[in-house]
């Protein structure tokens, strides 16, 4: 089968393991403290904290920004992840429509769903392309709200040439394994806040005051003692996965332009097709093209078809508002419930081979042939 997504590595990833290895220090420690430095000089930011998931991320980043028994204005078309970790803390998702064209929550429609609890708007970056994020900073400055950016799609992509995560209070990055910067699971918060980065510190390692790495330079010998300032959680990074995440990282926009190399293909290998509706990427945006997502009316029969004939896909993704866990916060959102029901995401990633992806489109050719004619 060709995969729907696929890392990409090669002898750099393995050889950059090796020393880790050799050392006898595998867990968060100097790789992980290096990485953070690389990661936020890429991004654009001023710190970069180590985790072991965007779901890690993004609990961190409701708990520092204190969503308690406030709502948090966000996105149904995403991975459950960005609103479990509302529930996490205990805040009230409240769930606003999508663009028809991107897929990106509707900053048109944020302002009429604020209220006297709303404490922060969450943006996803579907699929890499970014949200209108002046209209989403404008109005989190009228009425004093914090804005996260799920960042998770759009490691290396850019708004009006900021990298994405680098625009709202924290950003919040995935490095899984189908991920644009992947090292099979790990994940970052970036942010220009001191206050808020020195919390996530402690906060990634139960809220100890200093770890163990720190601990271990500050001095000739091992300095044991350290202070337990708030309950925190078990969720840093460690320095093989950040081994991994150096090398990818240097990777990083070639892969992009590999990935964005595709998508030109994709699009004018189906510009003729009139039953299917290509990706967008608006003048406003560099798309970071983490999955390549079409819209068609026979959307099943084309998974099934393909599927049959050796190639994945998917669909990414069911609305969140949907699932049976967030009825009680439900409200009708015509966009998302209409348009997750056409969305179909093809094969990308950076070793797609060009044989593959003239199968692929013959393949759906083949499918208009049949189904369309």
Known sequence: MIPVFKPAYDHEEYEALKPVLESGWIGLGPRTEEFEKQFAKYIGVQYAVGLNSCTAA????????????????????????????????DGVPVFCDVTPDTVNINADEIEKLISKKTGAITVVHYGGHACDMDKVLALAKQYN??????????????????KLGSIGDVGCFSFHAVKNLAVGEGGMITTNDKDIYERLRKLRWLGISKGTWQREKAGKKYDWQYDVEEVGFKCHMHDISAAIGLVQLKKLDRLNARRREIADVY???????PWIETPVEHAYTRCSFHNYVIKLEKRDD????LQERGISTGVHYYPNHLYGVYKPYYRKLPVAESIWKKLLTLPLYPDLMQPDI??????????????YK
């Open 58 to 89: 993004l609990h961190l980043a409701y708990h520092v920004m204190s969503v308690e028994g406030r709502e948090v204005i966000t996105t149904p078309i995403t991975f459950v992840s960005t609103n479990h970790a509302i529930l996490y803390n």
């Open 145 to 162: 709200l914090k804005v996260i950016e799920d960042t998770a799609h759009g490691c290396g992509g850019e708004y009006k040439g900021k």
């Open 267 to 273: 699009r004018e290998g189906l510009k003729d097709l």
């Open 302 to 305: 084309l998974n099934l078809f």
């Open 358 to 371: 003239r199968k692929i489109l013959d393949l759906i050719h083949e499918f208009g042939d049949k189904f």
